[in-house]
């Protein structure tokens, strides 16, 4: 979801402006001094080995992951275990918008294929448009317009209804799931054909994540979806109530769309009957976009007024025909009043010949050039590029922001982006950015949203902050998430990383939870690995996880296992505690031939300590205190360096890349007059 300003506080709002200024640019990253390499890390860790961690700092592995190591689905260095499964879906879909009575009508058939090793008497159903009704649980401000209402639902060829009684096939909602008792069970390697008919209302403006404001039309979470059925939860049943998002599985599309003629649509997965829908002017626009190298104004107010767009189509309707594979979810935006941009996004070059491209579109209303959407085709290129050079290659046909009600702020769905407010050109980079970074987390990396959503957020506030920096030449977003996270932890906004999104006391505490500091821990972590490594693990979690469905443990395991190290001390004390990190250079010193820079811990946070040493005559060496120094609990280390040529200047954290709540005491010369100011109630109150 967003990259929602308006989670924030406006405390921590306030720290932005200030981060957008602060903070010296620093030297260049030198290749930092490895860290400690305990050997065989996982092996060590399998043997439950503590590598003489005190207790407080040990990871500990929960029952339902060991669980799946044992049965071979999951390992202990992060690589998808020998024995692992994941259940698949292939829908076909026919729905149709009356825009007239705000209502779509749907049907549909889904085929359910049970990979697993078990037999599965019950299946569950997403009905996440039930967040609407009126008696809904939920935890944020939505319209109340109505749910979801199923007109049929058919089990393998048997008509079910509503029922009550336990034990007997039929289904029951309940709030945002439904539940199916099946007939007879699915068994292991079989597959399950239901049929469903719906209908709802499409909800008005203020609803998250989609709706219509009258003029344009997302439609999103729109048809009966399987819940996940997973190798370490079983069914994920978890309720949809506005906050936490989602959790999908993998299916194949074949959908087909009825709207007005003369509207434009844009959806995930490819155009199937261009021919029928689109008029020869738009398609051969739409094809020279594939292959020049300028945005494409393939639909213009020009061509809306001369009704020159869509074929004509039938009784005032068109048809569209998509498909798509291998995706996570299917959604729609549709409107009469869209104009179309469109440019080719180089995905993969190999010897500076493109070996594979995409089509990166904006559909935006014409008023939209205020909030920039005449530059979001740009934009929305320059992200798709950078990721695919960055993390790995974008494999969709297209990739679209789309102008969408005021609710949707900035809402990633497979190949399409809602993105609904009003914004500048930093902040329309910002969001088209941030939605399309979804496409690698959580869209190919299909990890749990709603139970661990720095998976997902936090992973892309990170992207992001790296396409930024590359756009606006030097612009530090990294800067901005360390002040969101330390000022919101501040202000009391900090609650532990491993929250369910749904659990968090209030929206300021999941924003520092999901976005800012995971963000922010991924920095410190790449500091202290180094970048070339950081960036090597981050895309082998990546490479191993696509199209899967990763926990967190996968995730530090890939860590652990590519680097070679025991991370589980920065795992446990950044993902499960609230603690502080504040390392403070105490004094620096002569001792014989040699120098002594006498560095304290004053946070609970344990890290190593990246240094710059300067000598007489300007020369700096960097160097890293290894984290062990803290294992056994020691407050203060002594780092000595040879003392010749004379040590001018030492300085703790010299890239700023670590969140230091405070950032005094990190220079000598200055030490002693900073150390007195740094020991005040309020700073001490801070450190906790
Ligand atoms: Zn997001």
């Known amino acids: ?87 698949y879906a292939r829908y076909r879909l026919e729905a149709e918008l009356n825009p007239v009575l705000k209502r779509l009508t749907g049907r ?41 209402d199923f007109d049929k639902v058919v089990a393998g060829g048997k008509p079910l209804s509503e029922v009550a009684k336990p034990g007997e096939p039929g289904y029951t909602v309940n709030g945002t799931i439904m539940e199916i008792r099946l007939p007879s069970a699915l068994a292991a390697g079989d597959s399950l054909v239901l049929d469903f008919e719906w209908q709802f209302r499409v909800q008005s403006e203020t609803a998250p994540r989609g709706g219509q404001d009258g003029e344009v039309w997302f439609i999103s979470y729109w048809y009966p979806q399987m819940a996940v059925y997973d190798d370490y939860n079983g069914w994920q049943i978890d309720q949809y109530l506005g906050r936490g998002e989602f959790y999908m599985g993998y299916a194949d599309y074949d959908v087909k769309l009825t709207v007005p003629t003369g509207w434009i649509m844009d959806a995930t997965g490819s155009l199937e009957n261009a021919a029928e829908v689109l008029s020869p002017q738009t398609r051969t626009r739409l094809d020279s976009a594939r292959t020049t190298t300028g945005i494409v104004h393939v639909v213009t107010e020009k061509d809306k007024a001369d009704s020159v767009v869509t074929t004509r189509g039938t009784g005032g309707k068109l048809t569209w025909h998509w498909t798509a594979k291998n995706v996570r979810d299917f ?34 209303r014409p008023e939209g050039v205020r909030s920039y959407w005449d530059e979001a085709t740009r934009y929305g290129r320059h992200a798709v590029e950078f990721y695919s050079h960055k993390l790995w290659s974008f494999p969709y046909p297209h ?174 004390e950044w993902f499960y505690e609230t603690w502080k990190l504040d390392q403070a250079l105490d004094t620096v010193r002569t ?17 190593p300590v990246p240094l710059a040493i300067t000598r007489e005559g300007g020369a700096v060496e960097y160097a890293q205190v290894p984290v062990d120094v ?46 007195q100011r740094d020991n005040t109630p309020e700073v001490r109150r801070r450190r906790r």
């Not at 406006?10 to 200024?21: D, E």
């Not at 990871?59 to 049965?71: G, N």
């Not at 002594?596 to 609970?604: D, M, S, Y």
Request: net charge neutral; aromatic share 12%; hydrophobic share 35%.
């Open 1 to 87: 979801m967003p990259k929602a300003l308006r989670l924030v506080p406006k405390t921590v709002l306030l720290a932005l402006v200030a981060g957008c200024s602060a903070g010296t640019p620093a030297p260049a990253p030198p290749a930092p001094t490895p860290g400690p390499a305990p050997s065989a890390a996982g092996v060590a860790k399998a043997a439950g080995a503590t590598n003489g961690v005190s207790p407080a700092y040990r990871l500990e592995i929960p029952e339902f992951i060991s669980r799946a190591v044992a049965r071979g689905t999951r390992t202990t260095t992060g690589v998808p275990g020998p024995n692992y499964w994941q259940q």
């Open 108 to 148: 549909g058939r889904v085929v359910y294929f049970n990979r697993s090793p078990d037999s599965l008497p019950v299946v569950y159903v997403q009905a996440y448009q039930n967040l609407f009704r009126p008696d809904a649980k939920r935890n944020m401000q939505t319209p109340k317009l109505g749910g979801i």
């Open 331 to 364: 959604d729609w935006g549709t409107s009469p009043r869209y104009l179309w941009d469109a440019a080719r996004a180089v995905t993969d070059s190999a010897n500076g010949t493109v070996t594979a491209s995409s089509v990166a579109s904006a559909f935006y």
């Open 399 to 572: 990739m679209t922001p789309m102008d969408g009600p005021d609710g949707c702020g900035g809402m990633e769905f497979p190949m399409l982006t809602c993105i609904g407010g009003t914004y500048d050109s930093l902040t329309m980079y910002e969001v088209v950015s941030h939605e399309i970074g979804h496409s690698w987390f959580p869209m190919m990396v299909g990890s749990d949203e709603k139970r661990y959503a720095w998976m997902d957020e936090g992973f892309t506030q990170y992207d992001q902050s790296q396409a930024m920096a590359d756009f606006f030449k030097g612009f530090d977003d990294e800067a901005r998430n360390r002040n969101y996270y330390l000022r919101g932890a501040e202000a009391g906004y900090e609650e532990d990383m491993m929250k369910p999104a749904d659990k968090y006391s209030n929206d300021a505490s999941y924003g520092v939870a999901a976005y800012w500091k995971p963000a922010t821990v991924l920095v410190a972590l790449r500091e202290i690995l180094g970048r070339p490594t950081f960036e090597k693990a981050f895309q082998e979690y990546g490479r191993r996880w696509t199209g899967k469905h990763p926990t967190p443990w996968d995730f530090w395991n890939t860590f652990d296992d590519v680097t070679g190290q025991d991370l589980s001390w920065f795992w446990k």
């Open 591 to 607: 001792e014989g031939d040699s120098v002594a820079i006498v560095l304290e811990n004053r946070g609970r946070i344990i890290m």
């Open 630 to 675: 803290w294992f056994s609990g020691e407050r203060r280390y002594t780092y000595r360096v040879g003392g010749k040529p004379k040590v001018t200047r030492v300085e703790v954290d010299p890239h700023h890349a670590l969140p230091e709540i405070d950032r005094s005491a990190k220079i000598w010369p200055r030490g002693s007059e900073l150390r």
